[in-house]
């Protein structure tokens, strides 16, 4: 009835609009035109949003008034590689002390309204869910038009979130120093592009780092662009790593991934003397905190299995082969501290944090809460808080504490040649570099051999029979 209404209203307006003149054929097409048009017009009005937006003016005065604030509709995004030459271009690298680091950087954090903001205030959501920056900061930052909401400049914190609101906060970026040791191309071809992963570099984009990851240093020094990755390796794991020329190619080796037709070999150097017998371990794994990146053997964990080969012991530690047939985080690592032979030098499994026995046979004796905060501590009191996949915020929060930083006269103002935000804390702090050593983990992943390929990458030194114990890192 109502679009009959309408129908009927809208052409009796439309009619008077045409001239004794037209022909009826000519009239009749115009007319069924025009009545197609006003239709669609007054239920757009009636049943939703128009499709054009009222003008910048009008909605600064809506918002003014308070009537009703415009919320745009969210822009499509592109499905494929998101990575581009303008988002390479927005820093670059330097090398010092035999470490790689980036200038920095200004940065563009986005996101659209998530479903549990809608209808809370931009101040609850700073208060609540971005906590990395005290409050003050946030408004210290809207004054200078840094936080824009739907590409206005955002005057009062206050306002009120709506569903499709789109979120930008401009920031003064530092990323952590990361080995210098180049990445070596292992093997390429018209479908895949495969590497030799130096430890302490994450695979893409995560956290703190951006430009000090794989994917942009491929891109930005070997042209090696829009690639999709296959698999991963964890940040402080070394060894091959495979990546996809087409979305074709890495769908196909995913399939083989899932069905588990890829067989994996990894070797480390663990504690103590392992077994000389093949080892199985299939105990379930369990994430303790994807924000601090902690897992540990839990009966409700995930099913999962890995075989270990003994190759050599030297009298402390021992060098294994590790054949994961599942692909859990962390897994290798957690079953080592299970075993009671954690990897040498694991900034996280073979630490104190886990009590007198690390986490052998699953022994703890300490709730996850516990356990996270005695991690991020004992790092803490190390200088050592760049081991830890975690985000400032991450460490503010585990230990309760306003300020973690520390000054060392041996550190270095990340880029000292560059100028300093006044807003950023990070360009006042003098943080204390690791050394290359400290950014190696005895992990590497050694082959990758799936249907159609096979990749090696050569022993790492310190696997080797020959290799001469580090005295320093004996823990």
Same mark, same amino acid.
């Given at each position: 009835?109502?679009?009959?209404?309408?129908?009927?209203?809208?052409?009796?307006?439309?009619?008077?609009?045409?001239?004794?003149?037209?022909?009826?054929?000519?009239?009749?097409?115009?007319?069924?035109?025009?009545?197609?048009?006003?239709?669609?017009?007054?239920?757009?009005?009636?049943?939703?949003?128009?499709?054009?937006?009222?003008?910048?003016?009008?909605?600064?005065?809506?918002?003014?008034?308070?009537?009703?604030?415009?919320?745009?509709?969210?822009?499509?995004?592109?499905?494929?590689?998101?990575?581009?030459?303008?988002?390479?271009?927005?820093?670059?690298?330097?090398?010092?002390?035999?470490?790689?680091?980036?200038?920095?950087?200004?940065?563009?954090?986005?996101?659209?309204?998530?479903?549990?903001?809608?209808?809370?205030?931009?101040?609850?959501?700073?208060?609540?869910?971005?906590?990395?920056?005290?409050?003050?900061?946030?408004?210290?930052?809207?004054?200078?038009?840094?936080?824009?909401?739907?590409?206005?400049?955002?005057? $009062?914190?206050?306002?009120?979130?709506?569903?499709?609101?789109?979120?930008?906060?401009?920031?003064?970026?530092?990323?952590?120093?990361?080995?210098?040791?180049?990445?070596?191309?292992?093997?390429?071809? $018209?479908?895949?592009?495969?590497?030799?992963?130096?430890?302490?570099?994450?695979?893409?984009?995560?956290?703190?780092?951006?430009?000090?990851?794989?994917?942009?240093?491929?891109?930005?020094?070997?042209?090696?662009?829009?690639?999709?990755?296959?698999?991963?390796?964890?940040?402080?794991?070394?060894?091959?790593?495979?990546?996809?020329?087409?979305?074709?190619?890495?769908?196909?080796? $995913?399939?083989?991934?899932?069905?588990?037709?890829?067989?994996?070999?990894?070797?480390?150097?663990?504690?103590?003397?392992?077994?000389?017998?093949?080892?199985?371990?299939?105990?379930?794994?369990?994430?303790?905190?994807?924000?601090?990146?902690?897992?540990?053997?839990?009966?409700?964990?995930?099913? =999962?299995?890995?075989?270990?080969?003994?190759?050599?012991?030297?009298?402390?530690?021992?060098?294994?082969?590790?054949?994961?047939?599942?692909?859990?985080?962390?897994?290798?690592?957690?079953?080592?501290?299970?075993?009671?032979?954690?990897?040498?030098?694991?900034?996280?499994?073979?630490?104190?944090?886990?009590?007198?026995?690390?986490?052998?046979?699953?022994?703890?004796?300490?709730?996850?809460?516990?356990?996270?905060?005695?991690?991020?501590?004992?790092?803490?009191?190390?200088?050592?808080?760049?081991?830890?996949?975690?985000?400032?915020?991450?460490?503010?929060?585990?230990?309760?504490?306003?300020?973690?930083?520390?000054?060392?006269?041996?550190?270095?103002? $990340?880029?000292?040649?560059?100028?300093?935000?006044?807003? =950023?804390?990070?360009?006042?702090?003098?943080?204390?570099?690791?050394?290359?050593?400290?950014?190696?983990?005895?992990?590497?992943?050694?082959?990758?051999?799936?249907?159609?390929?096979?990749?090696?990458?050569?022993?790492?030194?310190?696997?080797?029979?020959?290799?001469?114990?580090?005295?320093?890192?004996?823990?």
């Amino acid at each position: 009835m109502i679009f009959l209404l309408l129908t009927y209203l809208a052409g009796q307006t439309l009619w008077d609009k045409f001239t004794p003149s037209e022909s009826l054929d000519t009239t009749g097409e115009r007319f069924l035109r025009l009545l197609a048009d006003a239709t669609a017009s007054e239920l757009g009005r009636e049943g939703g949003e128009r499709e054009d937006a009222p003008p910048a003016a009008k909605r600064r005065r809506l918002q003014a008034s308070g009537v009703e604030r415009f919320v745009p509709p969210p822009r499509k995004r592109n499905p494929g590689v998101s990575f581009s030459e303008a988002h390479f271009a927005e820093t670059s690298y330097y090398f010092e002390g035999g470490l790689r680091k980036v200038r920095p950087y200004y940065f563009d954090f986005q996101t659209y309204c998530k479903g549990r903001w809608v209808g809370k205030s931009l101040l609850h959501v700073f208060a609540s869910e971005f906590r990395s920056h005290p409050l003050a900061y946030y408004r210290v930052a809207a004054r200078a038009g840094r936080l824009r909401l739907n590409e206005e400049p955002v005057r $009062d914190l206050d306002i009120v979130l709506k569903n499709n609101d789109f979120l930008r906060n401009t920031a003064h970026r530092h990323e952590p120093p990361v080995t210098a040791q180049p990445i070596q191309v292992l093997a390429e071809n $018209d479908e895949m592009v495969v590497v030799d992963k130096p430890s302490s570099l994450p695979v893409h984009p995560c956290g703190r780092f951006r430009h000090n990851t794989v994917i942009f240093i491929l891109g930005k020094e070997h042209n090696l662009k829009e690639l999709h990755t296959i698999h991963r390796l964890d940040r402080m794991t070394s060894g091959v790593l495979m990546f996809a020329k087409t979305l074709e190619v890495s769908k196909r080796i $995913d399939e083989q991934v899932r069905q588990r037709q890829l067989e994996k070999e990894y070797v480390c150097r663990v504690l103590g003397e392992f077994p000389e017998n093949e080892v199985i371990c299939e105990e379930p794994i369990l994430v303790v905190s994807y924000k601090v990146g902690v897992c540990r053997v839990d009966p409700k964990g995930k099913s =999962c299995k890995t075989v270990f080969q003994r190759l050599s012991y030297n009298g402390k530690t021992s060098v294994v082969k590790c054949f994961p047939h599942t692909g859990r985080t962390h897994q290798i690592r957690v079953h080592l501290q299970f075993l009671g032979h954690p990897i040498v030098n694991d900034p996280i499994y073979n630490m104190e944090a886990w009590g007198p026995a690390k986490g052998k046979g699953g022994k703890i004796d300490k709730t996850d809460e516990e356990l996270l905060k005695a991690l991020v501590e004992e790092h803490n009191a190390k200088l050592s808080f760049d081991m830890l996949d975690i985000s400032e915020e991450g460490l503010k929060l585990s230990t309760g504490s306003k300020d973690q930083d520390k000054a060392s006269p041996s550190g270095t103002l $990340d880029g000292d040649m560059e100028e300093k935000d006044p807003l =950023c804390a990070e360009c006042k702090i003098i943080r204390q570099d690791p050394s290359p050593k400290e950014l190696v983990m005895y992990l590497h992943a050694l082959r990758y051999k799936g249907a159609e390929f096979e990749y090696c990458s050569k022993m790492p030194d310190w696997a080797l029979e020959d290799w001469e114990e580090c005295q320093e890192l004996m823990l």
